[in-house]
C-alpha cells in the first residue's frame, strides 16, 4: 500500500529536472554528446548523446534539462531551446517524447 501511496504522490510532482529530447531545425550540424542545451538564452543543460536521425531527417539529442519552476510540456511548448554546436546556436524542438513514429502511423499511410 505505501508504494502505491508514494506512486500516486510522485505523479502530482514537477520534476526540476527531466531527460529531454531535441531534434535540430538545421540538419547540417551533427551532435554527438556535451553540446549546451540553451533555454531562452540560458544554459539548461546538456546532451548526453546525440546523432543524426535518417528517419526524421535532423540531427537528434537527448540531455537533461533543469529548471526551477520545473519541467514540463508547457514549458517545452513555450521556450525557444537551442543546442550549441561548435560554439554556435542552432534552434531546436523539444520534446518529452520520441520523435520517431511508435504507432507506425507513418507507414500505414
Given at each position: ?36 542545451i ?44 537551442e ?8 534552434r ?18
Amino acid at each position: 500500500m505505501r508504494q502505491k501511496e508514494e506512486i500516486s504522490k510522485s505523479k502530482n510532482t514537477v520534476l526540476k529536472k527531466r531527460l529531454v529530447q531535441f531534434a535540430l531545425e538545421n540538419p547540417e550540424p551533427l551532435l554527438y554528446h556535451n553540446e549546451p542545451i540553451w533555454c531562452n538564452d540560458k544554459i539548461v543543460g546538456d546532451l548526453t548523446s546525440g546523432m543524426y536521425g535518417h528517419t526524421i531527417g535532423t540531427c537528434l539529442g537527448m540531455g537533461y534539462v533543469s529548471h526551477e519552476d520545473g519541467v514540463s510540456r508547457d514549458l517545452l511548448e513555450s521556450s525557444i531551446f537551442e543546442i550549441e554546436v561548435a560554439g554556435e546556436k542552432h534552434r531546436a524542438r523539444a520534446s518529452l517524447r520520441a520523435f520517431y513514429d511508435p504507432k507506425s502511423e507513418r507507414v500505414r499511410m
